[in-house]
Nanobody, 124 residues
C-alpha cells in the first residue's frame, strides 16, 4: 500500500505564496498521474491540478490556472504545488493522490486512501 504525506502548508497573507509537497512511500506508484485536491470547510473536496508521469501534461482547475503550478520529482517520489497570488478562497486542506488516468483524477476517482493533508490558510 502507498502512504501519502502532505506538508508545507501554512498561514499566508493574500497575494503571498506557498509550496506544499507530497511524498509517497511504500509501494510507490510508477507511471501514474499525480493530483492535488483541496477541501474547504463545509465544502466537498475538489480537484486542483494533475501532472503526468513525465511532466509533459498538466491540467488545472479553472480557479487556479495562471496562479498554481504542479511539478514532480520521480526520483524522490514527490509532487509539489507552487501556489502564487493566493486568495482567501484558496483556504483549504490540500491533499494529493494518484490514478492512471487524468479523466479519473479530475473526477476524484483515486487509488489511495486519503492522507491527513496540509492546511493552507490565506488571510485577507
Amino acid at each position: 500500500q502507498v502512504q501519502l504525506v502532505e506538508s508545507g502548508g501554512g498561514l499566508v497573507q493574500a497575494g503571498g505564496s506557498l509550496r506544499p509537497s507530497c511524498a509517497a512511500s511504500g509501494r510507490t506508484p510508477s507511471s501514474y498521474v499525480m493530483g492535488w485536491f483541496r477541501q474547504a470547510p463545509g465544502k466537498e473536496r475538489e480537484f486542483v491540478a494533475a501532472i503526468s508521469w513525465s511532466g509533459g501534461r498538466r491540467n488545472y482547475a479553472d480557479s487556479v490556472k495562471g496562479r498554481f503550478t504542479i511539478s514532480r520529482d520521480n526520483a524522490k517520489n514527490t509532487v509539489y504545488l507552487q501556489m502564487n497570488s493566493l486568495k482567501p478562497e484558496d483556504t483549504a486542506v490540500y491533499h494529493c493522490n494518484f490514478d492512471r488516468e487524468f479523466y479519473n483524477i479530475e473526477r476524484m476517482r483515486v487509488l489511495s486512501p486519503w492522507g491527513q493533508g496540509t492546511q493552507v490558510t490565506v488571510s485577507s
